[in-house]
């Protein structure tokens, strides 16, 4: 009969849950059974458990927030005009991407058009694979595409159609349902990326924690708090959508790198491989490995990991950020990040530092001067970096930084810090985690690890021989990872709002730290991990069970009847060549459904966009209609869309668009601002050709 340490055919399947067994999940014993001639395991019996849990809380995510999309804006029953209207501001400039490569005659010219793409910058041609992340829309097009060839071929149909009618005074419209219908493929994909997002979540929980009630915490505090972890029921194109499940399957990927004691080398190239499927979809991506990597550097100065498994790690980062590189053609912003410059300073750390410590005094604390050197060095060299190739593309986020510490204010921070998603948290926020209890588990938890970290620090510079001594003392190096990238994304959801949604899920994977035996050991031995477990989620389920109803309360149908005169109009009395300006919101909506030219979008992170786009919003300024419309002119504009709601709004003092606008053009403050005027009469510098009460189309006098 075979034992685990012989070759019997289960042996494959053993080897590949090793991992497991080796990493503490709860009393994983191999027993024989005789009678069968097989290798069993309860080891066996537990992973198929916990990935029958894992799979359950993917299925029940995905029909959560599929229900909750179809609720908010009944979808299924849409024009593809309408559905392309659900897609406002930067999520219509992603999927018209996805759109020209369905309808282009082939796949391959389809990615030659948006490689080559004179329409969303005019009269510029700029390839948008290098400058949008626009990988996920590549690959759900060319997905959609052998869809609907393969059902053709074998005559099954894809979608259902009828006429809706929308009631008296508004023309039916033809709505189209299943998978043949382009948006309905695009946001099923979605969504079924984002089931899958809870299922790892399971799996991390009950990894990280030891036990499948960490797991089951985990993804309780993630339904409980759904509103603050993520937004994809609302928005699904959104670069988050498809980047941030490859976040959390790198964390956890991480976490077991931390704690395994010999790192393999498919565990680097799967850390790898992940980290490029992060990095490619969202150019926010960069930013968030750099918390990463300073929360592992951190670790590593304070002596949880040794310099061999960091360097394994940074080359792991490296290659990734190279294959990403070139996937993107060279992209600016990936090789003078503050990311790539944080991977070259830690490895110039890890190997110049023994050399030019070896005379080190200790006045002052090693680890205060490795992580002095780590922060100085990084941004000496990100400024270098830009200095030498002349790239300002991500200033911008270095602004906004300073107008949020120091109150610096220019016309590019202020179009962000007037955005609420980008003002400071709210203070419900944190009311709101109490509500829940997630705010009082994670607290106790936080502490805990702090207080023993503390002490493993201490007895470490009181005592060498610490290190040696393992048994009843926390050296878990992964914990403290987690525990610091807690903090910075604490500091950076307290700085700008939107950023809560990396703080609440990590917060969900910290509550399963309340099964670890290494931290609450002592109370495991008064009562069983299981009732503590089921008592806090009692106790949690009085406000999560009503926030999720209340989610499911929210019911409506999208209309939008002005934009869609508008897009009509534009469709049916402009050239196919007639180039437009206007909010970015709304010329995202423009392209992706007239396919006229824009001349700016609502993707901000190019230097010469933020250029072109104050160029365009001078309308809303204070100055001259003559010298406005001379620079319009200039960018090759024949007809400007005017927003009375852009020139009226207000959502803080100081935040209505000429009041930004005073900021950058002290010289014309006090006169009346342009829109205004231009609202009530555009002549003689401007001739209204469309106005339905929001929109207010205005040709430019070319005279």
Wanted: charged share 15%; proline share 4%.
């Amino acid at each position: 009969m075979s034992s685990v340490g012989t070759t019997a055919p289960t042996d494959t399947f053993l080897g590949a849950h090793k991992v497991f067994l080796e990493n503490g999940w709860d009393s994983y014993e191999a027993i024989t059974v005789k009678e069968t001639g097989l290798c069993i395991t309860r080891a066996d019996n537990k992973i198929w458990l916990t990935l029958l849990m894992a799979a359950l809380s993917g299925i029940l995510h995905w029909y959560h927030i599929t229900t909750l999309f179809e609720n908010n804006s009944h979808f299924s029953h849409l024009s593809a005009l309408e559905r392309e209207m659900v897609f406002r501001t930067e999520m219509g400039l992603y999927y018209s991407y996805f759109k020209t490569i369905t309808e282009a005659p082939s796949f391959s010219e389809g990615l030659l058009m948006i490689m080559n793409d004179n329409i969303t910058e005019y009269p510029l041609v700029i390839n948008t694979l290098k400058r949008f992340n626009l990988y996920p829309e590549v690959l759900l097009a060319f997905w959609y595409r052998m869809y609907t060839g393969m059902m053709s071929v074998i005559g099954i149909s894809t979608k259902s159609c009828w006429i809706v009618n929308r009631g008296e005074g508004v023309s039916p419209v033809e709505s189209c349902e299943g998978l043949g219908d382009p948006a309905s493929f695009y946001v099923a994909v979605i969504f079924l990326l984002n089931g899958l997002l809870v299922s790892v979540f399971f799996i991390y929980g009950t990894y990280l924690s030891g036990s499948r009630f960490g797991g089951l915490l985990t993804v309780a505090c993630y339904f409980f708090n759904h509103g603050e972890s993520t937004r994809v029921m609302w928005t699904p194109p959104l670069r988050e959508s498809f980047s941030y499940p490859f976040l959390v399957v790198q964390m956890l990927l991480l976490t077991y790198i931390l704690r395994a004691p010999n790192v393999s080398r498919r565990s680097l190239i799967a850390l790898s491989i992940v980290n490029a499927l992060f990095m490619l979809p969202w150019q926010f991506a960069q930013f968030v490995l750099l918390t990463q990597m300073a929360s592992v550097f951190g670790i590593y100065i304070l002596g949880f990991m040794d310099s061999c498994k960091l360097q394994m790690i940074l080359y792991a980062h490296m290659a990734s950020l190279g294959a990403c590189f070139f996937l993107m053609f060279g992209n600016s912003m990936l090789l003078t990040s503050f990311y790539a410059s944080s991977l070259v300073v830690s490895w110039g750390i890890l190997e110049l530092g023994p050399k030019y410590l070896k005379t080190y005094r200790k006045d002052i604390p090693l680890w205060a001067v490795k992580g002095f050197a780590w922060v100085f060095g990084t941004i000496v060299l990100k400024w270098l970096m830009c200095l030498i190739l002349g790239i300002s593309d991500d200033a911008h986020i270095s602004n906004l930084l300073k107008a949020k510490l120091i109150g610096y204010k220019d016309f590019d921070t202020s179009m962000y810090t007037c955005a609420l998603e980008f003002d400071f948290m709210e203070k419900e926020t944190p009311v709101r985690y109490m509500k829940t209890l997630l705010l009082p588990v994670v607290l106790a938890i936080f502490l805990a690890i702090s207080l023993k970290t503390y002490q493993y620090v201490l007895a470490i510079l009181c005592n060498e021989e610490y290190m040696e001594r393992q048994e009843d003392h926390f050296i878990r190096g992964e914990i403290v990872y987690h525990t610091l990238q807690l903090v910075i994304f604490t500091v950076l959801a307290i700085l700008v709002m939107r950023l809560k949604l990396f703080l609440t899920p990590h917060m969900c994977i910290m509550a399963s730290l309340v099964c670890s035996k290494q931290l609450f050991g002592w109370v495991f031995r008064k009562i069983q991990p299981g009732t503590l477990v089921v008592a806090i989620l009692a106790m949690m389920a009085f406000e999560g069970i009503a926030n999720v109803q209340k989610e499911w309360s929210i019911v409506g149908e999208f209309s939008n009847l002005p934009q869609e005169e508008l897009l009509m109009w534009i469709k049916t009395n402009t050239k196919e060549d007639a180039v437009f300006a206007g909010a970015m919101p709304t010329m995202a909506s423009v392209k992706l459904s007239t396919l006229r030219p824009i001349v700016n979008h609502p993707h901000y992170e190019d230097a010469g966009l933020r250029a072109r786009t104050k160029i365009v919003y001078s309308i809303y300024s204070r100055k001259p209609a003559k010298e406005v419309k001379r620079e319009l002119l200039r960018l090759g504009i024949n007809y400007y869309i005017l927003e009375d709601s852009w020139c009226l709004r207000r959502t803080k003092p100081g935040c209505s668009m000429p009041e930004i606008w005073d900021i950058e053009d002290p010289a014309n403050a006090g006169k009346i601002p342009l829109c205004k005027m231009l609202s009530k009469d555009s002549r003689p510098f401007f001739r209204t050709v469309f106005n339905n009460g929001i929109f207010k189309v205005l040709e430019v006098s070319r005279e």
